[in-house]
């Protein structure tokens, strides 16, 4: 539809008949085509009355997006299309305006999308009520609440992908403002023998499969499960995958759901815990073993899955084994133990397994129910959605299924029974009188399966409890007897001789005639599923487990509690529930949702006419048609009904203004409509024939196009019109601006005149006067020059005799500034770089510039070193300073100086503090170490060098063993007297020690190293910082050396050496100690 058109009614662009009470003719084959046609334009709800009729697509459609929901958002049930939404919009805004409680029973077999539908009501709720912070997370939790029990209680079966296989009514809760407070939820009947067993193309539970798919490797491990769905007997394989179905998506949809609902984290690894507990219950198996006297008993075969089981639920093996193998039965005071064979305890097991599940299943509903409930005492109006399983006719039809299609034949009846009463009450409300109608009452079906007395419930329940030995063919023989002569009961057994040769008729199975066809139930576990026992054995061990939520589900368990009445049947509890809630839907205002599958392929655009007639039949809706049509096929408020009617009489056009029925009225009368063809009510209109109706729609239509044509010439008139007027006033305005432009260009043009004619008498008066101005200036230009001439004359002959006595001296001065002049300006062209060490300088021009010449050179020298020096870091001119002072130290006395000059000072050629060889070292000296170097320590008795660690600190002098690290001496830096060295290119050095001190006690050191001048220089730095005096540095051939109380002279040669160009020490005698230097 387009964003301006707007729809007032379901008949505008309607596609066949949006009503089918409007359906003409109405029988079987019209009912079925107008629901094709609508099917095959994507329209998939058409009403019957206020009862909407619900096809499911098998695929998305683009009809339930928030516009849809604000297009449907307080509108007339009738104003637009059918949709879900006009029936949730009726249903909510009855409850929030009219105070009344309602109920939404949605109803058709398997596969024909009730589960959707009830999500579509509620999601359609929770967008139109109210908002806030608190009610958002009410409605969030209550939608959230959906993804859990789907989950948990629906499965794949051969008719729907996403079956409920329980019952499940929801009781939302609002306020006096219709924003909901919570909910209530009721499950019906979990089938459970669906854990154990599924047919043939059908899945298990979807939460298994979710399990197994959607959680993480750490978490199986947990829960002690394998991704392989093969490794669990529990599993059918044959459908494990369905199309389109994401089933590890769909277990984080599902564990996000129970966090939002209010589930806490162990809450939710309980419940995980014990679906897989269920699910490895199915991997144990059973072999038979003899005893002594004689009875057969089971083992189990292989005990490593008993054992995960009793990890996981916290259940000691020996008892849980126990409870598997033999079965304790208590009479008054009596206790009897008797052991199972094979097949009890493979009975067992799948009892348990079912049980457990079931429990969970309830536990669940009740731990969201504690989530959802409404939390404020005041009074609540309350709206019911019934999302219950559909009819169900499968090739094999057990016990399920009889409860299932039992439910569904109280939910029919109770639909005829409020449809007709609806009805009814409107046409009493409105006055209008009430035909009778025929129609098939489904009671005599109900009365067959829940008689007190006669009932095939109550027969069952009373096999169950009698003593004896009770067997499915027993029960079967009761209803023989007893409901032979049912005229909806056929059996081949029976006393009725119709059905003895009937071979589509087993013998061991039942057929009832239900409203929705004949279906046959095979009596085989009809008897069980009743009983529906669990071992007290086993209820007993699940009691003692240390898992919380298991020992919660089994209270029956505490040997405190033993109650030995038996338990209600299965059947007479949901007979129960049933019968609570026909009660409780019988004090709501209903509204109802009948959905219909078009084809068993659950495949989209595929509509089969027999499936659909088959459905139409059992559902009633033919009759629920002729019901509405009884008096009167179409109903409307006054109001809505003058207003889209009233173009039709020239009284009530464009407006009528007395009450609504007055015109309704008139207008009938003026369209001469049969007076047996409509009643008038209190508030509506009653149309008795469809033909009328669209009689009055073909009227419309047609006085539609007139009034177009109408508002067509009106339109086109008015426009001429404003085109003309708009013409004419556009020629005044043009005209009235010409003329003022004519004016302007006129007052231009004579203005431009007047100013030439001044433009021209202002020159001749401008020339005039500069005529007069350059007569009287040449007058006074003459007058100067005359007068500058005679003064000049008159100085020459004052200052004559004074020109010749100092010209000579003028021009030579005048000659040395020129000269002068060049010469700077050739220099600036000719300067040299700014490279210290650059010794260009440009020639001297002249002699008499000489000492200006290297004034100059010196200056620029000076200058360019400190732009040099500038450059440098605080590292860098230490390092220049150091090189400085080595210069005025060795530079010219020291034959090894130059060879140091490109070495840089590094200070540490040893890495003490990374070297862990002398760490003992690093330990011991704790200052700053700033030269750290090995030397050759001289031996005065024979000569020989031994290596030693030379270490200058701030304060001292040391030498330490190079092997061991160990300090050998220590000398203060003042205790330092003097340092003596050669001439010569050799790395010998002697440091002379204060007499009298401590470290002089051995005497002097001689010692010789590869870097003497650093060495050198860094000590004689350090002293002079430490001790503010210059320590002596002697160069000389020959010095003396003082050894302990000896002074020996050390004195260096020339000569060749036999190991290349090292210099060698000897002991000449005890005096004398010669250096050979190469």
């Known amino acids: 539809m387009a964003k301006m058109e707007v729809k007032t009614s379901l008949l505008d662009d309607m596609i066949g008949v949006g009503d089918m009470v409007l359906l003409e003719p109405l029988n079987e084959d019209s009912f079925i085509d107008n629901l094709k046609k ?165 899945r298990n539970f979807h939460i298994f499969y979710q399990i197994l798919s959607g959680a993480s490797e750490d978490f199986l491990c947990k829960l002690k499960l394998e991704r392989d769905f093969s490794r669990y007997n529990y599993l059918g394989l044959d459908s494990a995958r369905v199309n389109g179905v994401d089933d590890a998506a769909n277990f984080r949809t599902v564990r996000n759901a129970m966090q939002i609902v209010g589930f806490m984290d162990h809450e939710t690894q309980s419940v995980f815990e014990v679906v897989a507990a269920v699910l490895k219950l199915g991997n144990i198996e059973f072999k038979p073993e003899s005893r002594v006297n004689g009875l057969d008993e089971s083992k189990i075969k292989d005990k490593n899955e008993l054992k995960e089981i009793c990890e996981l639920t916290g259940i000691d093996q020996s008892v849980l084994e126990r409870a598997f193998s033999f079965r304790t039965v208590e009479a008054k005071q009596e206790k009897v133990s008797t052991t199972l064979n094979v097949a009890q305890a493979y009975y067992a097991r799948d009892a348990l397994a079912k049980n457990l599940y079931s429990r969970l299943f309830s536990w669940l509903v009740t731990r969201i129910n504690e989530s959802i409930k409404a939390q404020t005492k005041v009074r609540k109006k309350v709206m019911g959605v019934l999302d219950i399983y559909g009819f169900e006719i499968f090739e094999d039809n057990s016990f399920e299924q009889f409860i299932i299609n039992y439910c569904n034949e109280k939910l029919q009846q109770i639909f005829i029974e409020l449809t007709l009463k609806e009805e009814q009450e409107e046409y009493i409300r409105e006055g209008i009188e009430w035909t009778h109608i025929e129609y098939f009452n489904n009671a005599i079906i109900c009365d067959l399966i829940e008689n007190n007395q006669t009932g095939i419930l109550a027969m069952l329940d009373e096999e169950c409890l009698r003593p004896g030995t009770v067997t499915d063919d027993t029960f079967l023989e009761k209803l023989n007897q007893v409901c032979a002569t049912h005229q909806h009961f ?150 809505p009904c003058l207003e889209r009617y009233k173009m039709l009489c020239k009284q009530t056009w464009p407006h009528w203004r007395g009450p609504a029925r007055a015109g309704v009225e008139v207008l009938f009368n003026e369209l001469e409509i049969p007076e047996e063809e409509f009643s008038f009510g209190r508030s509506k209109i009653f149309i008795r024939n469809p033909r009328t109706l669209f009689k009055l729609e073909d009227l419309r239509k047609q006085r539609l196009e007139d009034l177009a044509t109408l508002i067509e010439k009106i339109y086109r008139g008015w426009k001429c019109r404003t085109r003309f007027l708009l013409m004419k006033k556009s020629q005044i305005v043009i005209a009235a601006w010409y003329r003022r432009y004519a004016q302007q260009k006129k007052y231009q043009k004579i203005k431009s005149s007047a100013i030439i004619v001044q433009s021209y008498i202002r020159g001749w008066k401008a020339r005039k006067l500069l005529r007069e101005l350059k007569h009287q200036k040449r007058c006074n230009e003459a007058a100067t020059i005359i007068a500058a001439y005679w003064h000049g004359t008159q100085v020459r002959r004052e200052y004559r005799k004074f020109f010749r006595a100092n010209a000579g001296r003028k021009i030579y001065e005048f000659t040395l500034q020129r000269l002068m002049q060049k010469y700077f300006l050739e220099m600036k062209n000719k300067m040299p770089s700014l490279s210290p060490i650059d010794k260009n300088w440009p020639a001297r021009p002249y002699l ?231």
């Open 848 to 1078: 008499f510039l000489d000492s200006t010449h290297k004034e100059l050179k010196r200056i620029f020298h000076l200058w360019r070193c400190k732009k040099y020096r500038d450059q440098f870091t605080d590292q860098q001119k230490l390092i220049y300073e150091e090189k400085l002072e080595a210069s005025e130290l060795f530079k010219d006395k020291k034959a090894l100086y130059p060879a140091s000059v490109g070495q840089p000072f590094q200070g540490a050629y040893l890495e003490i503090s990374k070297n862990p060889k002398y760490k003992k070292l690093k330990d011991a000296v704790d200052e700053k170490i700033i030269i750290a170097e090995v030397v050759n320590k001289i031996n005065r008795a024979n000569g020989k060098a031994t290596s030693r660690i030379f270490l200058l600190t701030k304060n001292n002098v040391l030498l330490a063993d190079q092997k061991s690290g160990n300090i050998k001496s220590e000398v203060p830096l003042g205790d330092v007297t003097k340092v003596s060295m050669s001439s010569q290119n050799d790395g010998f050095f002697a440091v002379h020690l204060k007499e009298g001190s401590g470290a002089a006690v051995k005497g002097d050191f001689l010692l010789s190293s590869d870097h003497l001048i650093e060495m050198a220089t860094k000590l004689y730095r350090t002293t002079l910082s430490q001790t503010k005096q210059k320590l002596n540095i002697e160069i000389s051939d020959e010095f003396l050396v003082q050894f302990r109380q000896d002074k020996v002279c050390v004195k260096f040669i020339q000569g060749s050496q036999k190991n290349g160009n090292i210099p060698t020490c000897k002991r000449k005698n005890n005096r004398l100690l010669e250096v050979a230097v190469p």
């Open 490 to 639: 056929e059996s081949r057994m029976s006393k009725c001789s119709r059905f003895l040769n009937d071979t589509s008729l087993p013998h061991s199975c039942f057929r009832i005639q239900h409203y929705a066809g004949k279906v046959m139930y095979q009596v085989e576990g009809f008897v069980d599923k009743n009983n529906d026992l669990l071992y007290r054995d086993l209820s007993q061990a699940m009691w003692k487990a240390s898992h919380s939520l298991i020992k919660a589900l089994f209270p029956e368990g505490n040997p405190a509690k033993i109650n030995l009445k038996r338990p209600p049947t299965a059947g007479s509890q949901f007979k129960a529930s049933v019968a609570t809630l026909m009660k409780n839907l019988q004090t709501k205002n209903p509204n109802y949702i009948r959905c219909i599958k078009p084809n068993d392929k659950k495949a989209a655009h595929i509509f089969n006419d027999a499936l659909v007639c088959h459905q139409i039949r059992y559902l009633g809706l033919l009759e629920n048609v002729r019901v509405r049509r009884a008096g009167y096929a179409f109903r409307q408020a006054y109001e």
């Open 38 to 202: 609508r099917f095959d334009h994507s329209e998939v709800y058409t009403y019957i009355g206020s009862v909407v009729i619900s096809i499911n697509p098998y695929r998305p459609l683009p009809i339930y997006t928030p516009e849809k929901v604000e297009e449907y958002r307080n509108r007339n049930f009738y104003e637009l299309s059918p949709h879900i939404f006009a029936l949730s919009d009726e249903a909510y805004r009855s409850l929030r305006d009219q105070d009344k409680d309602q109920c939404i029973l949605i109803t058709g077999e398997s596969g024909a999308g009730k589960t959707e539908a009830s999500k579509l009501v509620m999601s359609y709720v929770a967008a139109v009520c109210g908002k806030g912070a608190e009610v958002n997370q009410v409605k969030e939790q209550l939608l959230q609440s959906n993804p859990v029990l789907e989950a948990f209680g629906n499965a794949k079966t051969v008719r729907n992908d996403n079956s409920s296989r329980f019952g499940k009514y929801m009781d939302i809760e609002f306020d006096f403002k219709g924003d909901p407070l919570g909910g209530v939820i009721s499950n019906y009947l979990l089938e459970k023998s669906r854990v154990v067993k599924q047919p043939r193309g059908e």
